[in-house]
């Protein structure tokens, strides 16, 4: 029980209230560094053992046979600690750092996905089954929330174009929407108002044939923790974070622009493209500039968030501005 208590103590430790959110986010870490520490005293392991090579309290399975993406950025990686404790996860709660609790006991086993709409044949496939349809590769993307945060993450999926190519859309298809679980009792956030439920993105379909477009099932080269997305999701490093939804269970071909969550919400705020541009300000703030999480200063936000290359002729002779 000693080892239980000094974990249970760390997490009942609430400073979330009463310092900002980097400081705590950096008590955090010392905290759960002392946890192990003692934990490592209490059962006579070195810490090594428990630490490693799997052991920290969050981490998942170790997915086999990753490649390596030539796609990757050679940025710095933002600790582990920080991209599974910093969450925008609404169907678990508005505050970041609650995801990490609360979609502990998530089920993402066993998963189906539906696919519908505008497809060959409509069908509904085990998350288990699109696992293998290509084989993982190691993406390391920037990742920027509209809010004016960024993380670099070495997610693990492959192209969504991969799953495109297999299930068919007819030509009449033009854009792909995917849908978050619905389940109130799994996802206590659903039960306020604070969206639309489920959550609904969408991509035009040249957008999500784009090979950056990834289907992710992992990071850190172990499967995705609950709190980011598990058992699949979406990561469009172009476009502003909310894009990239977490726990996918429909993805439907259709031939009108989708209507996405967070443009119900707030249609003046986020529109369907939402690209990262730090020329287009939200009208309550500039996105001119991000913090990468753990840095104390910002620095400026790139066009596309740096993926201008690959996918500004997506966006040829279109109005930015107006197309937000
Ligand atoms: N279903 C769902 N997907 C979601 C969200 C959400 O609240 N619900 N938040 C979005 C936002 S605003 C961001 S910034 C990213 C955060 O992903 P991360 O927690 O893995 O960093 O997830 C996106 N996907
Ligand atoms: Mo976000």
Known sequence: TGVLMLIKKAEDIRSSEITPKSLYLNRRKFLA???????????????REIVSPSATVLAGNKIDGIKKSPLSTTETVTPYKDVTNYNNYYEFSTEKDEPAKLAQKFRTRPWKVKIDGLVDKKQELDVDTILKMAPPEERIYRHRCVEGWSIVVPW???????????????????????????????????????????????????EAMNPLALLCFGMYG???????????????????????????????????????????SAPMEYGFYSNV??????????????????????????????????????????????NF
């Open 277 to 322: 541009n730090p020329n287009v300000d939200h009208p309550r703030w500039s996105q001119a500039k991000e913090r990468r999480l753990g840095d104390f200063s910002k620095r400026p936000t790139l066009m596309f968030n740096g993926y201008a290359d690959q996918v500004s002729s997506l966006y040829s002779g279109m109005d930015l501005k107006k």
């Open 222 to 264: 172990e499967e995705l923790p609950n709190q980011d997305g598990a058992p699949l999701r979406i990561i469009v490093p172009w476009k502003y974070g909310f894009k990239s939804a977490k726990a996918i269970v429909r993805i439907r071909f259709t031939d009108k622009q989708p209507i996405n969550s967070w443009n119900i």
């Open 33 to 47: 560094g002392a946890a192990i520490a003692g934990a490592a005293a209490a059962t006579g392991l070195g810490l």
């Open 156 to 206: 693990v999926g492959f192209s969504l174009s991969e799953l495109i190519k297999r299930v068919n859309p007819t030509s009449k298809a033009k854009f792909v929407e995917f849908s978050t679980l619905l389940d109130l009792a799994q996802m206590p956030g659903q039960q306020r108002n604070v969206l639309q439920w489920p959550y609904v993105e969408g991509l035009r379909m040249d």
